[in-house]
Nanobody
């Protein structure tokens, strides 16, 4: 079992930055990939970013590539999402996910989820 707790969400103006954190406990953190998804009201949950278990490879959705950076600290059992140049369309609940079994971009392929943290970007 893996437990995930996100933090760092909040209200920010367009063009600003936020850093989300996701603390993991349970199984050995360094043994599985981690990811971030987001869900805006009335929309499906969508892939944002993912990182392999050692952090050697990262993957991003087209909409955030170049603005967001995913990273992990296996010593702290934590994965981060640095979000820069935020836009109002980035407003959503952001979820941390762990241990995918297939396609990183498919939410149903991920085994564990956090409770989510709200990010609101004002124009």
């Amino acid at each position: 079992q893996v437990q995930l707790v996100e933090s760092g969400g909040g209200l920010v103006q367009a063009g600003g930055s936020l850093r989300l954190s996701c603390a993991a406990s349970g199984r050995t953190f360094s043994s599985y990939p981690m990811g971030w998804f987001r869900q805006a009201p009335g929309r499906e949950r969508e892939f944002v970013a993912a990182i392999t278990w050692r952090g050697g490879s990262t993957y991003y959705s087209h909409s955030v590539k170049g603005r967001f950076t995913i990273s992990r600290d296996n010593a702290l059992n934590t994965v981060y999402l640095q979000m820069n140049s935020l836009k109002p369309e980035d407003t959503a609940v952001y979820y941390c996910a762990a241990d995918p079994e297939g396609d990183y971009s498919v939410s149903s392929d991920w085994g564990y989820w956090g409770q989510g943290t709200q990010v609101t970007v004002s124009s």
